[in-house]
């Protein structure tokens, strides 16, 4: 059956989604383990960070705790991964990528976007820029598949790309999108999470169809301006273009801890490390934050957050941790805490115009990012661990269990995991 055609100068922006992309690294780097359920993510008190799709088939998805995957799954191969080794497939996926179009968004470590507009004089129908796309990416990576969207709008492609996977592509062309809405699961928008799907079935909302028969104001009165955006995409629009920078929304640093503790002084111990670690990021890259935000999960996997916004902005290790450790002294800890982290956002670009704050809190800031950026040169030449400061003395914190994250432009976070 031939593609419907398309009037001169569609729009087509293509997104592209790496298939259980750390699990496929491992894979491809250790053959042996192609057809078995791959498990890559913390220890025994950690969660998944992704799934090998016969690793799916018993359940385990990403974001699982590790104790319940290992219980669906009791003969799955679980292994720590490597941030780096993933970090450096991804590389090679985007450059390849980024031959096909000047105009590309790279919105996660695995998952990008392309404008595709008036490539088909060199490409050909959509169907095939998606093939060419594909190709590139297997051949560049090494033979990783990905699966890949293209319509006329970026939620839409986004949606397009989770239709066929894995290793699949799927086309929305304009004359479908109607049709492919109206019966489409609200849950599948992008944006609309468990939350939202619940209240929407309150509401009486399954479908998108169901939702097109309701006005925008009455989306609004519910959920404020997402309730807008909401209608819009009910609808097939979708405004946004791409960003060609991906600049990650924040930084961020967790540790899911060896055993449960209420332990003030372990926690902020624990605290401290990560605060390390989002401030030697946010150092390398050349930024300070304003909003700095804690991260706490207990016993019961009830999750937490507290943030905080500062006047100063902040890139050492003790300014991000007298905010962090403030959120954390006004919590009652109740339960007994199996997580703690912490994130930064906010960003500004280094250096500062300092003298607009407070002189001697921006000296003092001045004064510790020197300093850590002297710790973090000794780092980078003997290795992590180097130097020990001491108030992270004590946690005995391994980065297998660290769990890094980047979260994209979108708010869509991947935080090590991958659908």
Known sequence: MAAPSCPAGQRWILHLDMDAFFASVEVLDNPALAGKPVIVGGGERGVVSAASYPARAFGVRSGMPSAQARKLCPHGIFLHGSHSRYGEVSRLAMAALAQFSPIMEQASVDEAYLDMTGMEPFLGPPEAMGRAVKDAVRRATGGLACSVGLAPVKFLAKIASDWNKPDGLFVLHPTMVDDFLIALPVGKIPGVGGKSEARLRQLGIRTVGDLRRLSPAFFVREFGKWGQALWDRAHGIDPRGLTSHWDAKSEGAEVTLDHDTADRELLARHLYQQCHRVGRRLRKDGRTARTITLKLKDRDFKSITRSRTVELPVASTDGLFEVAKSLLDKEKLSRPLRLI?????????????????????????????????????????FGRGAVQRGRAVGTHDRESIQKSRRENPGGLEKDCSEE
Do not use: N, Y
């Not at 960003?347 to 300092?354: C, E, K, V």
């Open 341 to 381: 982290g912490v994130s930064a956002s906010g960003f500004f670009a280094l250096p500062r115009q300092l003298p607009l704050f407070d002189d001697a809190e921006a000296r003092r800031e001045e004064r510790r990012q020197t300093l850590d950026k002297t710790l973090d040169d000794i780092e980078a030449r």
